[in-house]
């Protein structure tokens, strides 16, 4: 019974570790070129709160913040941000999904040669993937999206620099090829 309980242990390590070593997905259009858009602006319906049932996942702080990391790559790659006449809208969505999950541990007897117990634990595990997209704002057609796993549950101190970190992955996939400033080095001291 110790090779099951040691087997089971192992397999669980794995699908942890799988976990935690998530890839950013991306696609875009390749007969686009980057480099002709100059403006955009951010999607506000992305700002509103979807999942209800999740307030310790998808909250205003987790919509601002990813904002602000959205708007401040999208400056990183040369584009200003312009209300009244932007070519590209840019934007977020939080995907979330549960999945349940059975555990069985069954203990045999050795005296007795039987099925001494055999409980079943259920877990619910929440996966969230955090998908960022850039769109022509005149055609509504998405040119660029990138998508990545994530764990949005973390203390505020924290919840910052993690979704920037993760925002700055997606958008390392991004296809501008010219760059800007970063908007942090144009602000005096």
């Known amino acids: 019974m110790r090779v099951y309980t ?36 951010l999607c506000i319906e992305d700002f509103t709160v ?60 050795k005296h007795l040669e039987y099925w001494e117990s055999c409980t079943i634990h259920e877990e619910t595990y929440e996966e969230e993937t955090l998908i960022v997209y850039v769109a022509d704002f005149e055609t509504n057609k998405v040119l660029w999206h990138a998508s990545v796993l994530c764990e949005l549950n973390k203390p505020e101190k924290k919840l910052k620099p993690y979704i920037n970190g993760l925002v700055k992955d997606l958008f390392d996939t991004y296809p501008k090829t010219q760059v800007g400033r970063n908007p942090d080095e144009q602000k005096e001291l």
């Open 50 to 109: 979807e999942h209800l049932n999740y307030p310790q996942l998808d909250n205003d702080l987790v919509r601002q913040t990813i904002g602000d990391a959205v708007a401040l790559e999208m400056e990183n790659k040369a584009h200003k941000t312009n209300v009244l006449n932007p070519q590209l809208q840019a934007g977020f969505r939080i995907i979330i999904s549960e999945e349940t999950v059975a555990f069985e541990n069954c203990e045999h007897s």
């Open 6 to 41: 040691m087997i089971s242990g192992f397999l669980l390590l794995l699908l942890f570790n799988c976990a935690a070593t998530s890839e950013v997905v991306y696609d875009y259009n390749l007969e686009v070129d980057f480099n002709q858009y100059d403006t955009y602006v």
